[in-house]
């Protein structure tokens, strides 16, 4: 049974360009979200999508957007990349319902020069 | 603002040992909390969570408890082995409504064979 599988592992780029992550969730799970860890911090929340909805949104500006399509799977887009979004990227799955805790894939490192 | 707090960024254990984790809590509308474990280069693993109606959850060497009245919850692991040595996280979430987790930043756990 495949967990969260996301790609790519690594990826570089420079400021003001802009880049799209991938994430394939658990077999089963409906629900997927995203986040965004920094050097020494936990997890920050960016967004949620459920039935190819956002449904919960943290605090991070328009820049960061996604999609998920009709197979659960989801995209994370982040426009006019700042060195400040050089970060681990997170895509978590989930069922939707209570109790039902969120499984993580690996995440893809992001580096802006 | 961090709602979700770990004061120790680091611990370390004899193997055998009992080891306590801790993490507070500023949200009182948190009814879900999670553990996870993360090693280098790889996404946070669930380890064990627990229900604000329960004040305690077992599942073999790992048990959380939970006190709602002081906003904290501890992990316990007996015995530490050395496998066990990794970063763990808090986190928690309100559900219904808004079912993202909040991180807290971690305790780098070492257990010293």
């Known amino acids: 049974d495949a967990g969260v599988t996301q790609s790519p592992t690594h990826l570089i780029k420079t400021r003001g360009q802009q880049v799209t992550l991938r994430c394939s969730p658990k077999?089963?799970?409906?629900?997927v979200s995203w986040y965004q860890q920094a050097l020494g911090q936990g997890p920050q929340f960016i967004f949620q999508?459920?039935?190819?909805?956002?449904?919960q949104r943290g605090n991070f500006p328009d820049r960061f957007s996604g999609h998920q399509f009709p197979n659960y799977s989801s995209e994370l887009n982040v426009n006019a990349l700042l060195l400040g979004d050089s970060a681990l990227y997170l895509c978590?799955?989930?069922?939707?319902?209570?109790?039902?805790?969120?499984?993580f894939g690996d995440g893809t490192r992001l580096s802006i020069l | 603002d961090q709602q979700v707090k770990q004061n120790s960024p680091s611990l370390s254990v004899q193997e055998g040992r009992i080891s306590i984790l801790n993490c507070d809590y500023t949200?009182?509308?948190?009814?879900?909390f999670l553990w996870y474990k993360k090693y280098p280069a790889e996404g946070p693993t669930f380890l064990i969570s627990?229900?604000?109606?329960?004040d305690k959850n077992e599942d073999g060497r790992f048990t959380v408890f939970l006190n709602k009245s002081a906003k904290h919850l501890s992990l316990h692991i007996v015995p530490s082995q050395p496998g066990d040595s990794a970063v763990y996280f808090c986190?928690?979430?309100?559900?219904?409504?808004?079912?993202?987790?909040?991180f807290g930043t971690g305790t780098r756990l070492t257990v010293i064979p």
């Open positions: 949200n009182s509308m948190f009814d879900y």
């Open positions: 986190a928690a979430m309100v559900f219904p409504g808004a079912n993202n987790l909040f």
């Open positions: 978590a799955s989930s069922i939707q319902g209570p109790d039902q805790p969120q499984h």
């Open positions: 999508y459920y039935e190819e909805e956002e449904r």
């Open positions: 627990i229900s604000s109606i329960k």
């Open positions: 077999s089963g799970h409906d629900t």
